[in-house]
């Protein structure tokens, strides 16, 4: 069974930084032939699209909400993929859920999605 496993969610002030981090088993995934994708859901709101990197890591895609902010990368040797998230805001408190999708890296819909973590909270107070 795929196991993703996120980190490095917590508390933060505005104007913070927070380091999130998805690991998983290449005894059970394949992690280098996926995209590999960051979503966020906060309460009462639907899940969205946060940021994508291709298998390769050449190709990163942000939504517009955090561009500029936050910077996805992976590492095809420790199979892992993390998001870097400068300059937070109260707007970005959600629980992060890191996602998987073989296909492309340039779908922003949550349904594409082939495996998903539990997920990691992230908080932001003014």
């Known amino acids: 069974q795929v196991q993703l496993v996120e980190t490095g969610g917590g508390s933060v002030q505005a104007g913070g930084s927070l380091r999130l981090s998805c690991a998983s088993s290449e005894l059970t995934f394949s992690f280098n032939q996926y995209a590999m994708y960051w979503f966020r859901q906060a309460p009462g709101k639907e899940r969205e699209f946060v940021a994508a990197?291709?298998?390769?890591?050449?190709?990163?895609y942000y939504a517009d909400s955090v561009k500029g902010r936050f910077t996805i990368s992976r590492d095809n040797v420790k199979y892992t993929v993390s998001l870097q998230m400068d300059s937070l805001n109260p707007e970005d408190t959600a629980v992060y859920f890191c996602a998987a999708d073989r296909h492309t890296a340039q779908t922003t819909s949550p349904a594409d999605m082939e495996y998903w973590g539990k997920g990691t909270q992230v908080t932001v107070s003014s």
């Open positions: 990197v291709s298998w390769s890591g050449g190709g990163r």
